[in-house]
C-alpha cells in the first residue's frame, strides 16, 4: 500500500516538474514570435535606409496583473542614436480619450456629474446652437458638433503650428450649426472630448491635468504620464516623432495642446500599469469599469460600438476594449482582452507603422489555434454565388458614415469582386447575400427590399458600417448643365472660421484661392450647383443663389458639414 502512495506521490511530482519546466519554454516561444514579428515591422520598412536610424516602437502585454512581454525596437531620436526603451515617452494621441472617460465615469460615481445634464450647465458660454447637448453625447461622439481639425485646417493651420485648448473652445465657441441634431447619429469628434476635459475643469475647479495626476495617474504609480507641456522631462526621454517621406525620415515638430481629447504622453512602463487596471480595478472598482466598457446608445434605442472613450468591439472573434491614436508620426493603440485578462500597449514614433493591422497579427500569435479554428470553419461554409442575386447587388455604394468612401461590386469573367479605394478584393459567399473577403477579413451583407438592393453592411473587426446604394441617373452619367461661372467667383467669408476664400474661374478651372492654403483648391462639377475638389480639406461645395445671384456657399468635410460663407459685396 506504502509503495503504491510513494509511487503515486513520485508520478505526480514528475507532473508538477513537468508543467513548471513547459510554462517557460512556452514563454521563450511566446517571446522568440513577437520579437521576430516587432522586428520585422520596424526593420523591413524602407529597406534603404540603416537599420540603426531607423524609428521604431515599444510594446508590453499583460496578463491579469503581471508582464507577459515587453519589448523594444528602433530609435527614439535619429540624431542621437537613443534606443527606445520601456521608459521612452511618447505622445499616445487619441488613446488619451480612454483616461478622460475614466474621469467621467469617477465624478459620475462620486454624483459630481450626472451624465444627462446639459453641457451649457458647466460651459455657459458655448453657442445656442450647443444648449441641448448632453454629457453622456459627448462622451458617446453623438453630439454633432463639428471635429475641430476639419475646421482648424479649413483655417489653413498646419498640424505643426502651435494649438491649445484655449484655442479649440474659442472656435467651438462661434459654431453656429451642427452636423446632425444631437443624439441621432455616432460621429467621431475630438471636439467632444475636449469639451469634457473643461467640463471636469468646472467641476472639480482645478486644471484637467492636475485632477487627472492627482486621481488617476497616482494612485496607479504612473509617475511618467502627463500631458504636453505639464512635464520637466529631460528631451532624451521623450521620443521624437518622424514621417517617412519615401526616401528618409523626417522629425515632427509637435505643438499641439489639446488635453482631454489627446496631448497625453506616457510609456509602456506606466501604460502596463493603467492596461492592468482593466483587470484588477484599483480605481473605484467594478462600477467606473462597467460604465467605461457599456456600449453606448442613440435615439430609437440603436446602438453603438463606443463606450467612454473606448471602443467596444471584436478582434479575431475576441471581444476587445480598445482604442487607437495617431498624431504627426506618432501611432498608438492598446486594447484589452476581459475574457482572457490580457492587455496590448503598442507606442510608436514611426508614422508608417499600422496599430491596428499589428493588433490583429499580435492577436493571431496569441490565440492562434482558437482563431485558425474559427476562420476554418468560417471558410468551410464558403458557397457557389448566386448570379442572378449578385446581379441585384451589383454597383457603386455610398457609407453612410464616411461619404468618401465608396465600394463598387462587379462581375469579370467567372469571379466576383469588390473595389475599395480603386483597389480589387475577390468576393466568396457565405449565402446568396451574404459576401466575404478573405485577405480583409470582412464581411458583406446586401438589403434586399421589394425586389431591390439599395443597402449593405460591411462587418469588419467588430463594427458594422451601412452603405447605401448610389442611384445612376437616367441615360448615364449626368452631363455637366449650362453653369455661369461667372456668378459663382468672388469673396466669400465664413463668421465661424474667420476666414475669406477667393473663388476664381481661370482657364476653364473653377478653384479657390486664399493665403492660408500652399496651393489652389481645384473644384470639379459634381451635380447641379455642387462640386467636390482635390483637397482632403473639402468634401463638397454647394453655392446658393437667391434670385438668380449667388448669395453664399457651404463646404462640407466629412465630420465639419454646412459651414456657410457668405459672398462679400466689393
Known amino acids: 500500500m506504502k509503495k503504491t502512495q510513494i509511487g503515486t506521490f513520485v508520478l505526480a511530482l514528475f507532473v508538477i516538474a513537468s508543467l513548471i519546466q513547459c510554462k517557460p519554454e512556452q514563454e521563450k516561444e511566446l517571446k522568440s514570435q513577437l520579437d521576430s ?15 540603426e536610424k531607423k524609428p521604431g516602437l515599444a510594446v508590453i502585454i499583460t496578463k491579469k496583473d503581471t508582464i507577459l512581454y515587453k519589448g523594444s525596437f528602433g530609435s527614439a531620436n535619429l540624431d542621437k542614436e537613443l534606443q527606445i526603451t520601456e521608459n521612452t515617452i511618447f505622445d499616445i494621441a487619441s488613446v488619451s480619450k480612454q483616461f478622460t472617460g475614466m474621469a467621467i465615469a469617477l465624478l459620475e460615481e462620486k454624483g459630481e456629474i450626472n451624465m444627462n445634464e446639459k453641457i451649457i450647465k458647466y460651459l455657459p458660454d458655448l453657442p445656442e446652437v450647443m444648449n441641448d447637448i448632453t454629457i453622456y453625447q459627448l462622451v458617446h461622439h453623438s453630439s454633432g458638433i463639428r471635429d475641430w481639425p476639419g475646421l ?32 441621432t447619429a455616432f460621429s467621431y469628434s ?28 497616482a494612485p496607479l504609480e504612473m509617475n511618467n504620464t502627463y500631458f504636453v507641456g505639464n512635464s520637466n522631462q529631460k528631451a532624451d526621454v ?18 499641439l495642446s489639446a488635453p482631454g481629447s489627446s496631448s497625453l504622453r506616457s510609456s509602456t512602463s506606466d501604460m502596463s500599469k493603467w492596461i492592468i487596471n482593466f483587470h484588477s480595478k484599483t480605481l473605484r472598482g467594478n462600477n467606473a469599469f462597467d460604465k467605461m466598457t457599456q456600449k453606448g446608445s442613440l435615439a430609437k434605442n440603436k446602438t453603438i460600438d463606443y463606450g467612454y472613450g473606448l471602443y467596444i468591439t471584436e478582434i479575431k472573434n475576441k471581444k476587445a476594449y480598445g ?81 468618401d468612401c465608396y465600394l463598387t461590386f462587379f462581375k469579370k469573367g467567372d469571379e466576383y469582386f469588390a473595389n475599395v479605394y480603386n483597389k480589387d478584393y475577390k468576393l466568396y459567399a457565405k449565402s446568396d447575400s451574404a459576401f466575404f473577403v478573405k485577405e480583409a477579413k470582412a464581411e458583406l451583407v446586401f438589403h434586399l427590399r421589394n425586389g431591390k438592393v439599395n443597402s449593405h453592411t460591411l462587418n469588419q473587426n467588430g463594427k458594422s458600417y451601412l452603405a447605401l446604394k448610389v442611384e445612376e441617373e437616367e441615360g448615364g452619367v449626368e452631363e455637366e448643365p449650362n453653369i455661369n461661372y461667372d456668378k459663382l467667383t468672388g469673396t466669400f467669408y465664413s463668421k465661424e ?35 467636390i475638389s482635390n483637397s482632403g480639406l473639402i468634401q463638397s461645395i454647394s453655392f446658393l443663389e437667391e434670385n438668380g445671384a449667388t448669395i453664399s456657399l457651404v463646404i462640407n468635410n466629412p465630420r465639419a458639414k454646412n459651414l456657410l460663407f457668405e459672398k462679400v459685396n466689393q
Not at 514579428?37 to 537599420?51: H, L, P, R, T
Not at 484655449?166 to 462661434?174: A, G, H, P, Q, S
Not at 475630438?190 to 475647479?205: F, G, P, Q
Open 190 to 217: 475630438n471636439s467632444n472630448y475636449n469639451l469634457l476635459a473643461k467640463i471636469v475643469e468646472a467641476v472639480t475647479d482645478t486644471t484637467f491635468n492636475s485632477w487627472m495626476h492627482n486621481y488617476i495617474f
Open 238 to 255: 521623450v521620443a521624437n516623432s518622424y514621417v517617412y517621406t519615401g526616401n528618409n525620415y523626417l522629425p515632427f515638430s509637435n505643438n
Open 323 to 403: 482604442h487607437d491614436g495617431s498624431w504627426g508620426g506618432y501611432k498608438s493603440v492598446t486594447v484589452f482582452f476581459p475574457e482572457e485578462s490580457i492587455g496590448v500597449v503598442i507606442l510608436s514614433n514611426n508614422g508608417t507603422l499600422r496599430p491596428q493591422k499589428m493588433m490583429n497579427d499580435i492577436a493571431d500569435i496569441l490565440f492562434g489555434d482558437e482563431t485558425e479554428k474559427k476562420t476554418k470553419k468560417s471558410e468551410s461554409t464558403e458557397q457557389e454565388i448566386n448570379d442572378e442575386f449578385f446581379a441585384l447587388c451589383a454597383g457603386k455604394y455610398q457609407q453612410v458614415d464616411d461619404k
Open 37 to 51: 514579428y516587432f522586428e520585422q515591422q520596424v526593420y523591413n520598412q524602407s529597406d534603404d535606409i540603416d537599420k
Open 152 to 183: 482648424f485646417g479649413l483655417k489653413g493651420w498646419q498640424p505643426d503650428e502651435p494649438l491649445s485648448l484655449d484655442d479649440i473652445y474659442e472656435m467651438l465657441k462661434k459654431q453656429e450649426s451642427l452636423n446632425f441634431t444631437p443624439g
Open 497 to 531: 472660421l474667420d476666414v475669406k476664400y477667393e473663388i476664381k474661374y481661370e482657364n476653364d478651372k473653377l478653384k479657390i484661392q486664399s493665403p492660408i492654403f500652399p496651393k489652389d483648391i481645384i473644384l470639379e462639377h459634381s451635380k447641379s450647383l455642387t462640386f
